[in-house]
């Protein structure tokens, strides 16, 4: 057993099946031995032990499996534990099939039984939905059929004996190429919700900003968060509904709209600062800085004070450093990197818009403190590894409008939806939501 091959089979945040040993020789001796000592020997006890030994052999190999099963980790409860079993033997009589279309029976009984890869298998029910990852051994025999893309219709075709609407999605391979990864997800759920009305945005609201049915966060967790996307990708949209949702929730807010989008048609009010002029925005920013070291400083005074909540929205964040001279682009990053690094402390939340996520635009040590990353729409590896650089799983979004990847406080990425919107948020928020005490 080669040193890549020794840690995939001995890694232990997915369970683990341990090696099944080609037995099939020593058992087939084993057995032709107790037949003949059973038919030489007329003793009934004897015969009688015999025989009950000759039936164990052949169920060495259940014997075996029961065993391996048994040493399955990982397991949150016995619900999960049964059902990562089932996964498994679904899995398991799909490989064995696969390889026996291409194995003659006398290549199979010369050579013996097919030596099945490991099979670690993660998923649970929760949230009545399944969630989890199937990771495969890659060994000679079963390479290529894992490598084929036709071999993630027939795993769906297992997974459905399963549950309904339990599927794979495409392959990729493991960092040191000795696995295949295949991610599941459940097909059988829709997790976009929907805002229709004030009144349903207020339902979804509570504390928290729920995203969808599987994703949302707290800005005092998270504490600051980038949305990138395309053009169409929903970006505008998904910040317009977190600055609904934030004023829902009594925050003061500070937007910075440089291509006087939809956001500077929001009002300004005692709530809702707004600025679209390249002067304005440097201005607001500087007040808002101004601001955020006066609350530090009574902070400092009063530690037992209750903190109000702040979000500052920068959207088009590359227009705006585009706008402005070098060195108001020098210090536009100076203040977001104060926003960002004593803003955690004193719930002053940053909250950054732009089509492209590179260094160039977002300094690193600003992103490092991103709690929220989100990317909508078909990205850019380039992009992909800025927003998620220790992100070892692809996930690839479709192109369906408002549909992305995330990851909240370092979680590995992850597919989701966006709300879908039938209500024009910027008038809801100036009609209804600066009412709003």
Known sequence: MNTKTNQFRHRKKIIIEPEIVNHVNYKLLIEMGLILWTVLFSSGLLRFMGIALILVTFQFNYILNWIEELQLKNCHSVKDLALRMIVCYQIKNLLVEEAEKERALWNLAVNGRILIPFVNVYIAYENHRFKGKVEIELTHTFTQMLSDDLFVNQLNSALQNVAEGLRAKSHEFNKTGNSVIFELEDTTIDDQIEISSVNNLINVGGGGVVLDASHEFDWNKIHHGIVSGVTGAGKSTLIEYMVANAMLNDYEIVIIDPKQSDLSLIKNSQKVKVAWECEDIMQLLEDTLAEMKEVQRSYHQNPEGKLKQHLIVIDELAALKAMVNKEQQKRLDEIMKQIAL????????????????????????????????????????????????????????????????????????????????????????????????
Request: hydrophobic share 45%; glycine share 8%; charged share 25%.
């Open 342 to 437: 004593l803003g955690r402390q004193l719930k002053f939340h940053l909250l950054l818009g732009m089509q492209q996520a590179n260094a160039n635009n977002v300094p690193t040590e600003i992103r490092e403190q991103m709690g929220l990353r989100v990317l909508l729409g078909n990205s850019t590896e380039a992009a992909r590894k800025f927003l998620f650089p220790d992100d070892d799983i692809q996930v690839e979004s479709e192109n369906k409008l408002g549909q992305g990847i995330l990851s909240i406080n370092g979680s590995v990425a992850e597919k989701f939806q966006a709300p879908l919107i039938k209500v024009n948020l910027i008038e809801l928020i100036n009609e209804k939501l600066l009412k709003v005490k």
